[in-house]
């Protein structure tokens, strides 16, 4: 199994970023896909998920109304829109796969699979 992250990039406050997440090596309508994100310093913290069949998200509430997840099992590709970014929004973000309940989506310890971060830098 293999989760790429790809996408991050230094960008102004106020700016967008679309993140992208290409899994192989599973069965990836089968599986619940999150972003996670951690700074310097910090916990990895949940940022955002999605059902296996995208029928149902959910976000971090420093995300929501400004950042979107959405799937598209035709290219085994998850993404993530960060809209009106923000200093604190820097992290290196990483996408995971999970298998199991959409009860644990924002726990980090519950997926299956992680891919390999990719930066994330917002100026201000």
């Known amino acids: 199994v293999q989760l790429q992250a790809s996408g991050g990039g230094l960008v102004q406050a106020g700016g967008s970023l679309r993140l992208s997440c290409a899994a192989s090596?599973?069965?990836?309508?089968?599986?619940?896909m999150g972003w996670f994100r951690q700074a310097p310093g910090k916990e990895r913290e949940f940022v955002a998920a999605?059902?296996?069949?995208?029928?149902?998200?959910d976000y971090a509430d420093s995300v929501k109304g400004r950042f979107t997840i959405y799937r598209d099992d035709a290219k085994n590709t998850v993404y993530l829109q960060m809209d009106s970014l923000k200093p604190v929004d820097a992290a290196v973000y990483y996408c995971?796969?999970?298998?199991?309940?959409?009860?644990?989506?924002?726990?980090?310890?519950?997926?299956?699979?992680w891919g390999q971060g990719t930066l994330v830098t917002v100026s201000s």
């Open positions: 995971a796969a999970d298998r199991r309940s959409w009860v644990n989506r924002n726990r980090a310890s519950m997926y299956d699979y």
């Open positions: 090596g599973l069965t990836f309508s089968s599986y619940t």
């Open positions: 999605i059902t296996w069949s995208g029928s149902s998200t």
